[in-house]
């Protein structure tokens, strides 16, 4: 029988696929799964004969209900995803680890914050805010930066975001903030960005969005990967030492690699080419050995300063300029284990600003009052019940004992007969501890609360405008541009021109009557100097713009080596010895797949082709073949390249060329368009370059370039 045979031949496949196991594994060793050398079998233990085949009447007979396998199998498939998160969706994480500095006793009792010799485990998770699971990872967005940390005293969440004020001053405006910004309700449209009716509209109407909005418009909102990203608890939040001494702290989190951005049109091609650019990047990074590394600081405020500065320490939307309270360093962290389960550990992970541990404690800023209650609620739908902290990525290190019990999803099996307190029968356990022993019990800071039960906005949170007006102009000029320019790019997708109007006229002229002339000369907006601008004790800070944060190296930077046969390979090996040394990364990328034959011979293997890599993906370019004009000139994708490079401000090396190359291409020679006949003599320049990561001063001649 026909069908017999097809059986036996699996079956046969199947031996030799276990045969072969071995062999294959050691190849993809980091693929092997825990089933490797395991039988197939149903979720109850039943071993599978045939995963192949339904159970029919016939072979073309058919398919019976009977067929426990079947059904088993779809069940299970038919309830594979849950319920994305409603914000914050899309995101990428990894494993790593925290080490405290020396000397935080002072401030906090915190266990895994003062003892220097432990190493904590954490667990990163970024995301952007709007788009689904699904959506392009480099869509204009806050990014978000959440942080467990497994310490022996519990697990601690820090659940940050990429800019450091928020959008909203109380928590109860969050739905109607996350319903304005999500996709509209009537299409869904748009997916992953902020550039529609329903966001302008209630951002132009609720002022104290105006300072965080200004951050998502400007290039911190288009980073350039997730590795060089800042973080912020965005909060006040308080730390308690072992005397009960409480101060008040903001973190902040500062990659070592600096601080970088894509320009708006690459990551808008970014968007379409590689929707998973930065979830790929941050994967590949670790699992190369380029371990990203953060800083963790507090600036700290002493309980009598509180009402010392011209903005509410409680206040979301205002930070706390470092020129007037430094960043003190209190540890580092780690990102060195990539998951080994996308689901499981990124998907399952929960987050809640509540998880805190001795030594920690909030505020009464009145939106983490509100993100207290949210996290939890919000789990109990995404994961589907009230024990998802036994979940592997969710469960502390520690051990945990109460006399919660049952509920869905239940993995524990507790023993005994007594699940109450008081009793008898098992000795009162288990049983508090009290604050002052060794690990002490969690005990809420004593802050003395008093007042009227009101629902009202303190008039200390009232100024909207004098920190945005600060963030702008702490920018570099071309950062500001950007602002100006993206401005105008979100506000040219809305339809409705009172909303556009109000924008321009009621937040931005308020902010700065020269940011708002820009964009409403570019909109075709009218503006009046409204004069009544409150000003904040500083006109700049210094730590605001991007450039107050370039890597001291070009580690992980990415160079693209554009070749064509006949190619020089001398050189190609010079870049490539180079480029190992620096800890870069440098591809060959070829016309085809295929290896190209060189000048001597020598057939160069391939790292990818230049239509499958596009320049957006690299640091910079070098293209080797810059005397060989005729075929780079014939060669549309190669031009393309080189001139996109060039528009999206990158270094372009042209080796060999004499300049002929760089004029057919329509280019402005500048210092990011270096020339030369060998790399060495390029070598340095182009460090410089790639530390300063773009040539911002290119930025009008670019502008002639076609997209
Ligand atoms: Fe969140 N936020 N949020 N948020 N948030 C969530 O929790 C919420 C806010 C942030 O990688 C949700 O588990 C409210 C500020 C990050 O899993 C939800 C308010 C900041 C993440 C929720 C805020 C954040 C979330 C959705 C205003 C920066 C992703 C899924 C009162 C300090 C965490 C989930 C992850 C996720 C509620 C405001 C950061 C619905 C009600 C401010 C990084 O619970």
């Excluded at 319920?83 to 405290?100: L, S």
């Excluded at 303190?458 to 500001?480: G, K, M, V």
Aim: aromatic share 8%.
């Amino acid at each position: 029988m026909k069908n017999k045979a097809n059986k036996s031949e699996m079956a046969g496949a199947n031996q030799d696929n276990k045969q072969n196991q071995s062999a294959k594994s050691d190849q993809l060793d980091g693929f092997r799964s825990d089933a490797t050398q395991q039988d197939l079998t149903t979720n109850h233990g039943v071993k599978i004969s045939d995963n192949q085949n339904s159970l029919k009447s016939g072979p073309r007979g058919s398919t019976l209900l009977e067929d426990f396998i079947l059904r088993e199998k779809i069940t299970h498939f038919d309830h594979e995803r849950i319920p994305e998160r409603i914000v914050h969706a899309r995101g990428v994480g990894a494993h790593g680890y925290f080490e405290a500095y020396p000397g935080n006793e002072k401030f906090t009792k915190a266990g895994f914050l003062t003892d220097p010799s432990t190493r904590t485990p954490i667990f990163v998770r970024f995301s952007t805010v709007q788009g689904p699971r699904g959506s392009a990872d480099t869509v204009r967005d806050i990014r978000g930066f959440a942080i467990k940390f497994y310490t022996q005293e519990g697990n601690y969440d820090l659940v940050g975001n990429n800019a450091p004020v928020f959008f909203i001053q109380d928590g109860i405006k969050f739905p109607d903030f996350v319903h304005a910004v999500k996709p509209e309700p009537h299409n869904e449209v748009p997916t992953g960005g902020s550039a529609h009716d329903t966001f302008w509209d209630f951002v132009s109407l609720v002022p104290e969005s105006a300072h965080a909005v200004m951050w998502a418009m400007s290039d911190r909102a288009i980073p350039r990967n997730l590795r060089s990203i800042q973080g912020f608890g965005v909060h006040t939040f308080r730390l308690i030492n072992a005397e009960g001494k409480g101060v008040f702290v903001k973190f902040h989190w500062t990659p070592k690699q600096g601080l970088a951005q894509l320009v708006w049109d690459e990551a808008q091609k970014l968007a379409g080419k590689d929707p998973d650019f930065h979830r790929r990047d941050l994967y590949d990074a670790i699992d190369n050995g380029f371990y990203p590394e953060w800083e963790l600081g507090i600036q700290i405020v002493e309980e009598k300063d509180e009402m010392s500065f011209d903005f509410d320490l409680l206040d979301p939307t205002k930070i706390i300029p470092e020129e007037l309270v430094p960043v003190t360093p209190i540890g580092k962290f780690v990102l060195n284990r990539n998951v080994d389960n996308f689901f499981a550990e990124i998907e399952q992970i929960a987050f809640c600003p509540g998880h805190i541990v001795p030594g920690i404690d909030f505020t009464n800023d009145p939106l983490l009052q509100a993100r207290l209650f949210s996290y939890t609620d919000t789990q109990l739908s995404r994961l589907g019940g009230p024990n998802f902290h036994q979940l592997p990525i969710n469960k502390p290190v520690c051990p945990f004992h109460n006399n919660q019990r049952d509920g869905i999803h239940q993995s524990l099996v507790h023993k005994g007969q007594a699940s109450y307190q008081p009793n008898s029968i098992d000795s009162n356990w288990p049983a508090e501890v009290a604050p002052a022993a060794q690990n002490g019990g969690f005990e809420s800071y004593q802050e003395r609360v008093d007042g009227h039960k009101i629902r009202q906005r303190s008039e200390s949170f009232s100024d909207h405008f004098s920190q945005a007006r600060l963030y702008y102009q702490s920018l570099a000029p071309h950062e500001q541009k950007h602002v100006v320019d993206a401005y105008t790019f979100e506000l040219s997708k809305v339809k409705r021109p009172h909303i556009r109007e109000r924008e321009v006229q009621e937040v931005l002229a308020n902010i700065d009557f020269d940011l708002a002339k820009q964009v409403g000369d570019n909109l075709g907006i009218e503006v009046t100097d409204p004069k009544t601008q409150k000003q904040s004790k500083l006109q700049t800070s210094k730590k605001l713009s991007l450039e107050a944060f370039a890597p001291s190296d070009i580690k992980a930077k990415k160079i693209a080596i554009l070749v064509h046969p006949q190619v020089n390979a001398k050189n190609v090996d010079a870049i490539l010895k180079w480029a190992k040394a620096e800890n870069a990364i440098a591809h060959v990328l070829t016309p085809t797949p295929a290896p190209v034959p060189s000048l001597g011979k020598v057939q160069l293997a391939s790292d990818g082709m230049q239509k499958g890599e596009p320049s957006i993906a690299y640091d910079a370019v070098v293209i080797v073949d810059g005397d060989n004009l005729d075929v780079v000139q014939s060669d549309g994708v190669a031009k393309h390249y080189l001139q996109e490079a060039y528009k999206h401000l990158k270094p372009v090396v042209f080796l060999g060329d004499k300049g002929q190359l760089i004029e057919a291409l329509q280019l402005m020679p500048d210092e990011g368009t270096l020339q030369a006949d060998s790399f060495d003599e390029v070598k340095d320049s182009l460090k410089t370059l790639l530390i300063k990561h773009r040539v911002w001063a290119r930025e009008a001649a670019a502008e002639g370039i076609p997209a």
